[in-house]
């Protein structure tokens, strides 16, 4: 329980440093952040408006204990474009992130664990070899380029699934791929590692002794164990597919909270990009803690380090 | 891998550099007339949007990409090796102050913290070197903090301390080159995360901006064209893809070198 409480508190330091850097965000802006939101065409009047909105005429230490209350309250301030405040359009373009992440890590694991074990338990022969090194070129493929590449195979020539959009099932399955293959090759690669290593273990040999068939032994003993880091690699993952969704999203017109930070950057809707950034960061720092209290109840030794 | 990984960075490195004089072809001149043409013999990567020969640009943003990613690693390179091995070896406050920032730097997920930098700073080179050293440093600190941690505690690092050298002559003849080999890894592999870098914002329209090519933005002006013109979105992405295997593979040759087990 100590260990749970000890790892919840050291992210609250996190967060309210994660919150100071995006409030700082604004300032560092060139010049007058509002001017720049209005472009050269505003008149003075309309730019000490928009600055007495944000705050921007208050002493400094104002606008920062206003920003990180309302942060606290999940109170983000409104768009400068549309008015709507920030969280709820953030909350709004969700969904469709989420089912867009949670597809692409099923997606992923569906096909690097697998993969990494045939790799691991045939290692040095052609089947790793050709696994190991596909791995490493799904690593170094951009996102912005395999997911025009999938499209102009798939849906231009064959015609199978949409170019962009969100709606069906097919419409997903293209991002959700852009989106899972980089996931896919690390995976891969950390099963291939974590069971390999497994399999050299005195206890799989033993149960070979006992008279397991390698099979079970394969199964039942070696990928067993070698599972608990796969477990941990998907979690920590988790901000890989973050940073990846705001690019598969722009492939792809996908209405999720990463086209909508794309967008507002387009826009210079500062406190919309603010919002975004916030809340995918924050996301990823709870998505970490809850894979490090998983791996703490996984694992006992962890607990008592 | 390691042979590999070399080759295709060698070969990457003279393309751009000698490249641009081989091929006679102007990377910004426009022929609006033979705008979006497919491969030809004259023009090998064929023509983009606005009539510009492909291969020229490539390699021409080749070097965009080279010099970014040369610039981002030296620079957090030795910024990150600095504060880790400060920190690591101090411990303390310097330590705490260090670790701090590297633990909030870390909460961003990949490339978004150099994506909201770069939005607010405004789309320019500059700013894209900028960010990318900001997000790259915290990886070698860390890396090296780690390695200073241990290495304080070594016997002859003890001895040069009771022998009375100072904590600089320590720390650069003692505790940094513990390290260099894992930082020559973590180069080798930043390499490559710096190109991505660069393309992905570029491909966002916050990297370079036009006329001056650069991979990500090449993809990006492709995607209007996907349907009638698929080989602007194909060559450029075959260059990110070729590049940042080589720096890949060279990373995990150079690791499975340096690793000490390997050869035992």
Redesign the interface.
């Known amino acids: 329980m100590r260990y749970f409480l000890r790892r919840l508190l050291l992210t609250v330091p996190v967060l309210l440093g994660v919150a100071t850097l995006v409030f700082s965000l604004l300032h560092l802006v060139p010049g007058d952040p509002a001017q720049a939101m209005l472009g050269e065409g505003a008149t003075p009047a309309e730019v000490a408006d928009l600055r007495a909105r944000l705050g921007l005429d208050q002493p400094i230490y104002r606008q920062y204990l206003r920003f990180m209350g309302g942060a606290v309250r999940g109170d983000l301030g409104r768009s400068f474009r549309t008015k709507q405040p920030v969280g709820e359009a953030i909350v709004e373009r969700l969904p469709a992130t989420v089912e867009l992440a949670v597809s692409a890590m099923v997606v992923a694991v569906l096909v690097a664990i697998p993969l990494g074990i045939v790799a691991a338990v045939h290692a040095g022969r052609w089947v790793d070899h050709t696994a190991t090194t596909s791995a490493l070129i799904g690593i170094s493929v951009p996102a912005f380029w395999l997911g025009p590449l999938l499209a102009i195979v798939f849906s231009v020539s064959l015609g199978w699934f949409p170019v962009s959009g969100r709606g069906t099932l097919a419409h997903l399955v293209l991002p959700a791929i852009t989106l899972g293959a980089p996931l896919a090759a690390v995976l891969t690669r950390i099963t291939r590692a974590s069971v390999l290593e497994e399999l050299g273990e005195i206890y799989v040999v033993a149960a070979r002794a006992r008279g397991a068939s390698r099979m079970r032994a394969i199964v039942g003993h070696a990928v067993r164990n070698g599972l608990i880091p796969i477990v941990t690699v998907v979690g920590l993952q988790t901000g890989a597919v973050l940073t990846g969704a705001v690019i598969t999203e722009t492939i792809f017109a996908w209405p999720g909270v990463g086209r909508l930070l794309v967008q507002s950057i387009g826009f210079r809707d500062y406190p919309l990009v603010q919002g975004c950034i916030l809340f995918i960061a924050a996301a990823y720092v709870s998505m970490n803690l809850l894979v490090d209290m998983a791996y703490g109840f996984l694992d006992p030794r962890i607990r008592y380090e | 891998m390691l042979k590999g990984g070399l080759s295709i960075v060698v070969l990457a490195v003279l393309a751009s550099v000698v490249g641009p004089w081989l091929v006679d072809a102007d990377p910004s001149r426009q022929q609006l007339a033979l705008r979006l043409a497919p491969p030809t013999w004259a023009h090998p990567f064929g023509l983009d949007e606005l009539g510009r020969d492909i291969l020229a640009r490539i390699l021409s943003g080749g070097r965009i990409s080279l010099a970014v990613a040369v610039v981002v690693v030296s620079v957090s390179g030795l910024v990150g090796t600095t504060l880790g091995a400060l920190a690591g070896y101090f411990g303390g406050r310097v330590d705490e102050v260090v670790s ?2 590297i ?2 730097l870390l ?7 150099a ?3 770069v ?4 789309p320019s080179l500059v700013n894209v070197l900028l960010a990318l050293t900001v997000i790259g440093w915290v990886g070698y600190a860390r890396l090296v903090r780690g390695h200073a941690l241990r290495a304080r505690e070594l016997e002859y690092v003890q001895a040069a301390r009771a022998m009375g050298a100072t904590p600089f002559r320590i720390l650069v003849r003692h505790v940094v080159p513990v390290a260099l080999p894992s930082v020559v890894v973590q180069s080798s592999l930043g390499m ?1 995360g710096a190109v ?1 870098g660069e ?2 914002l570029s ?4 990297g370079v901006q036009p006329p001056t090519p650069s991979w ?1 933005s090449m ?2 002006g ?2 209007a064209h ?2 009638d013109a ?1 080989h602007l ?2 060559f ?2 075959v260059a ?2 070729v590049l ?2 080589g720096f ?2 060279l990373g ?1 040759g150079l690791r499975d070198w340096a690793d000490p087990k390997r050869h035992a």
């Open positions: 701090r920032v633990d909030v909460a961003f997920p990949g490339l978004l913290l994506i909201a930098l939005a607010v700073l405004g490559a991505i393309a992905a491909f966002l329209g916050l990500g993809l990006s492709g995607r996907i349907l698929p979105t194909l450029p992405g990110i893809a940042v295997l890949n593979f995990d």
